[in-house]
């Protein structure tokens, strides 16, 4: 199957500052991407949809403010968390969507902790 | 609002017979399911689907059966290996649109040798 890889794969940042995580797709072209997070035992919760070349369009509660998406090719997306706050520690993990609705390839994941 | 439930947080299985593992939705407007499988710190890895048109679809030792009537599906393992020990979490699309999945809460399945 397809690879996607996402960096860094843990990061650890002090409280108000901003943490960049990025999601490629290694061999293929990805016209979409999808951000979930998932808590400790919990499900993996879409937070947006990110398209190549326009906005993001953001889940019901998720601050677009907060969590930007930025999506500037067809093998790269980026998720910045914005003035950190230890609540936004989470796991976060990136999907590339291919052609057919079940082509959607995971990345490994980024743990952030925010101290 | 939980559109797909995974009720068993776990379940564990003797190596060599069937796991079974279940999930149910609300929304009647899905029309894909796939099946992940998850180790931890990692990303999940697609394991098996079925469209709604189907209500079987079967890859080696694995089949996913689909009940459209009761919002019901499950993902059958047989023979269940120790290697199947993950976080299994079933996923809902409709395939209409961005391919926006909904996730189940997981169910980690426990193969004991």
């Known amino acids: 199957g397809a690879v996607v890889s996402q960096h860094p794969s843990r990061v650890i940042c002090k409280s108000g500052t901003s943490v960049k995580i990025e999601c490629r797709s290694l061999?293929?072209?990805?016209?979409?991407m999808f951000w979930y997070r998932q808590f400790p035992k919990q499900s993996l919760m879409l937070m947006a949809t990110s398209n190549e070349g326009s906005k993001a369009t953001y889940e019901q509660g998720v601050e677009k403010d907060k969590f930007l998406i930025n999506h500037a090719s067809l093998t790269l997306s980026t998720l910045t968390v914005t003035s950190a706050h230890p609540e936004d520690s989470s796991f976060y993990i990136c999907?590339?969507?291919?052609?057919?609705?079940?082509?959607?390839?995971f990345g490994p994941g980024t743990r952030l902790t925010v101290t | 609002d939980q559109q797909v439930k995974q009720n068993s947080p776990s379940l564990s299985v003797q190596e060599g017979r069937i796991s079974i593992l279940n999930c149910d939705y609300t929304n009647s407007m899905f029309d894909y399911f796939l099946w992940y499988k998850k180790y931890p710190a990692e990303g999940p890895t697609f394991l098996i689907s079925i469209s709604s048109i189907k209500d079987k679809n079967e890859d080696g030792r694995f089949t996913v059966f689909l009940n459209k009537s009761a919002k019901h599906l499950s993902l059958h393992i047989v023979p269940s290996q120790p290697g199947d020990s993950a976080v299994y979490f079933c996923a809902a699309s409709e395939t209409s649109g961005t391919y926006k999945y909904i996730f189940g809460t997981g169910t980690r399945l426990k193969v004991l040798a």
């Open positions: 999907s590339a969507g291919g052609t057919r609705a079940y082509e959607q390839y």
């Open positions: 061999d293929f072209q990805a016209t979409t």
